[in-house]
């Protein structure tokens, strides 16, 4: 069990120590990298070994639904990094937050959610929990009175994610949280944007921090896989029952991935984010950018609760371009070491049209009331060399 709260040296090291070693459960061969356990079952010295780990009176393994090794060295890693009790991780971030968000929940409940919110994230709180007779309302992240209003009616849940997809909001995680346990609503908050390198939601006050590790975890683009970090008694009690009986258990091969990127995370994430930092600050100088969006510069409008939460930018940035969708889709193809994808947190920079692609889903009034319009274009910062990407953005803005 990823278990934080005891005397563990593990517990003492700093976060770049438990990237590397937190974890790690060597076999008896002594192994220097941790071991891919590719195994969906395990067998038993007796009937009456087997009876007893089925029944939960003996320790060790059953089947790969449940608990994998490998999979085991990944959530304790996580849950060291974090500071959770406990981690789980499932086949995607959206195994994890859709089950995080669902296993608790049942007919009648009422579930908050912020407006801006990944496109998936907003279709389980806005379109599938309302099907299984949930309430759900969605508020602006950044309005406490408008959180405080939502607040009376007695809730189940609340989900966030700060900085948000894409345009970067910030929700005031340590004034939201308190406002939530005095309402008796456990805050969920999506923190793939900072990372946990950069923010950590439950020092914060969160309830649970969720994570698509498909992002900067991994890092290079490869596998995907989410967490979820928590009070273990919440989670074995909800979370739990849920995952083992639905499914969505990573493959032990993805978590070994995500494992041995995690090594590099925080290289990375700094790394990127200074790079980020520079572009942002490139960009919003050229004519043709109306606005630009980065969590680290002081035009940033929710700034101020940025900088009180957050290390640094991040590693995103978002930007508009003067002549709507036409020009920016311009400025996306003339992009060259830049390639143009939806997903982010990789090695390589990457850039996309939210409108068109990740928030395509979404009705016109609900862009509308993230902000959201044809003219942004998201710029995940990878790991080039920052004066390659700033001459590439450069190049492609004066092109149009
Ligand atoms: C990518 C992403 C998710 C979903 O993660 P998957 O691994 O793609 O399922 C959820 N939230 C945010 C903020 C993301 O960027």
Same mark, same amino acid.
């Given at each position: ?31 220097? *990298?941790?071991?891919? &356990?590719?195994?969906?079952? &395990? ?17 060790? =393994? ?5 608990? @994998? ?27 994890? /937050? #859709?089950?995080?968000?669902? #296993? ?20 389980i709180v806005g379109t ?5 007779? /949930?309430?759900?309302? =969605?508020?602006?992240?950044?309005? %406490?009175?408008?959180?405080?209003? *939502? ?59 969720? &994570?698509?590790?498909? $992002? !900067? ?17 919440? /989670? ?17 091969? @993805?978590?070994?991935?995500? %494992? ?5 995370l925080d290289l990375r ?18 004519? @043709? ?13 929710? =700034?101020?609760?940025? +900088? $009180? ?9 978002? =930007? ?13 193809? *003339? ?5 143009? #994808? ?10 996309? !049209? ?13 862009? *509308? +009331?993230?902000?959201?319009?044809? #003219? ?6 990878? %790991? ?15 092109? /149009?």
């Amino acid at each position: 069990m990823a278990d934080s709260s005891g005397n563990d040296p593990e517990n003492a090291w700093k976060p770049a120590t438990k990237l590397v070693h937190g974890g790690v459960e060597r076999s008896q061969h002594g192994e220097t *990298a941790e071991a891919m &356990y590719l195994t969906s079952g &395990y067998v038993y010295d007796s009937a009456e070994q087997a009876a007893a780990r089925m029944a939960g009176d003996a320790p060790g =393994f059953v089947y790969s639904r449940y608990a @994998n090794p490998t999979v085991r060295m990944l959530e304790e890693r996580l849950a060291l990094i974090e500071g959770a009790e406990t981690c789980r991780v499932a086949s995607s971030g959206m195994g994890a /937050i #859709s089950s995080a968000m669902i #296993s608790p929940c049942q007919a009648g409940d009422r579930v908050i959610a912020a407006k801006a919110l990944f496109g998936s994230c907003r279709w389980i709180v806005g379109t599938l929990m309302p099907r299984y007779g /949930i309430e759900t309302e =969605f508020v602006d992240g950044a309005d %406490l009175d408008a959180w405080a209003q *939502a607040l009376q009616k007695p809730t189940k849940l609340v989900l966030i994610e700060s900085p948000s997809n894409p345009l970067l909001d910030a929700v005031d995680i340590a004034a939201l949280a308190e406002m939530c346990r005095a309402a008796g609503a456990k805050l969920v908050v999506d923190n793939v944007f900072a990372t946990p390198m950069l923010q950590r939601p439950l020092d914060l006050g969160a309830d649970m921090s969720v &994570y698509s590790a498909t $992002k !900067h975890m991994d890092g290079q683009g490869r596998v995907l896989a989410g967490a979820i970090l928590g009070e273990s008694e919440w /989670i074995e009690e909800h979370v739990d029952p849920y995952l083992r009986h639905t499914g969505p258990a990573p493959s032990p091969f @993805n978590a070994w991935v995500v %494992l041995k990127g995690l090594e590099t995370l925080d290289l990375r994430v700094r790394r990127a984010a200074d790079s980020a930092a520079r572009l942002a600050d490139a960009i919003a100088e050229h004519s @043709n950018v109306t606005q630009i969006r980065y969590p680290g510069r002081e035009d940033h409008p929710h =700034f101020d609760v940025h +900088s $009180k939460q957050m290390e640094g930018g991040g590693t995103l940035v978002a =930007f508009s371009i003067k002549g709507g969708r036409a020009a920016a889709f311009s400025v996306l193809n *003339a992009l060259s070491l830049i390639k143009i #994808s939806n997903n982010l947190g990789d090695s390589k920079s990457l850039a996309c !049209h939210p409108a068109s692609t990740t928030h395509r889903a979404l009705s016109d009034e609900e862009r *509308a +009331s993230m902000g959201l319009d044809d #003219s942004w274009i998201r710029l995940s910062v990878g %790991l080039e060399d920052a004066g390659d990407l700033e001459q590439d953005v450069l190049k492609a803005l004066s092109s /149009i």
